[in-house]
């Protein structure tokens, strides 16, 4: 079955720096197009960044741009979110987000992993 595992996460300071990573498994990992999402308390689910399948292009929240680098390693079947300076407002449980079809022209099904938290605290 499809599985992605996120790890990376901590307690980082305001200025701070860190990888998260998420290593998917059970599906074709190079053809799928990838996301990060967060989720801070009380706060909907945000879109943070996306990747195409083959790391052609990407797109980033406004919230994000300049300060935050998806890519990926499909020989790792590994997609990473690289966070430089950090903002106590990163503050936020961060999803790795897969988007598995069965065929070109199937209907997408979209998987989660199960979160790594980010805490940037001064």
């Known amino acids: 079955q499809v599985q992605l595992v996120e790890s990376g996460g901590g307690l980082v300071q305001p200025g701070g720096s860190l990888r998260l990573s998420c290593a998917g498994s059970?599906?074709?990992?190079?053809?799928?197009?990838m996301r990060w999402y967060r989720q801070a308390p009380g706060k909907e689910r945000e879109l943070v960044a996306h990747?195409?399948?083959?790391?052609?292009?990407?797109n980033y929240a406004d919230s994000v741009k300049g300060r935050f680098t998806i890519s990926r390693d499909n020989d790792r079947n590994t997609v990473y979110l690289q966070m430089n300076s950090l903002r106590p407002e990163d503050t936020a449980v961060y999803y790795c987000?897969?988007?598995?079809?069965?065929?070109?022209?199937?209907?997408?099904?979209?998987?989660w992993g199960q979160g790594t938290q980010v805490t940037v605290f001064s």
């Open positions: 990747i195409f399948s083959d790391g052609s292009n990407t």
């Open positions: 987000n897969a988007e598995v079809r069965a065929a070109w022209y199937s209907v997408p099904d979209y998987y």
């Open positions: 059970g599906f074709t990992f190079s053809i799928a197009p």
